[in-house]
C-alpha cells in the first residue's frame, strides 16, 4: 500500500476513534499518521504480500463477533453462583510467520475476554494462551486457527 493511502487511513481511523471531525482534528491525525509511518520506516519491506481491503473487514467483523460473544460467556461464567472455572495456559502452534501477524493475532486474542497471550516462544512457532475456561485446549486451539489465525493469513499473504 502507498505511504499517503496508509496516512489517509491513519486519519480516518483517529477521527473515528477520537469522534471528533473537525478540520483542526484531520489534520492532527494525518500529522500523527506520517510520523508513525517515519517511525516505522526501518522496519517496513516490501515482502510481495497483497493487503485485501475486504478481508481486513471481515476479520474485524469476526473480532467484534467473538467480543460480543465472550463478554457474554465471562459475565456468565462470572455472574454464576457456582463459578466453575478451569483456568489454564496453553500452547497454540502458530502458521503466521511475519511478526506483524503474530503481533495481530496475540493483540485479538489478549482483547477478546476470557483470553490473554502470555508469550511467544524464541523461535517463532508458539504462542502460549492463557484461557479463563481451558476446559477443552484443543477446541480453543481450533478456534484460533479457524478464526482469527485464518482470517488474518486471508487479508495480508
Known sequence: ????????????????????FTIPN???????????????????????????????????????????????KVAVLVASPKMALKPGIFAFPLTVDRDFEITLLAN???LTPGTLSVDVSADRKVLYVHALDCSDPAGARRDIANGFERKIMEAFR
Request: glycine share 8%; proline share 4%; net charge positive.
Open 108 to 110: 485479538l486474542i489478549t
Open 26 to 72: 484531520l489534520l492532527l491525525g494525518l500529522a500523527a499518521g506520517a510520523l508513525s509511518l517515519w517511525l516505522i520506516r526501518g522496519h517496513i519491506r516490501p515482502d510481495g504480500r497483497r493487503f485485501r481491503p475486504l478481508k481486513v473487514l471481515s476479520l474485524a467483523v469476526l473480532f467484534v463477533k467473538e467480543l460480543a460473544l465472550s463478554a457474554w
Open 1 to 20: 500500500m502507498r505511504p499517503a493511502v496508509t496516512v489517509a487511513l491513519f486519519a480516518l481511523v483517529w477521527l473515528a476513534v477520537s469522534g471528533s
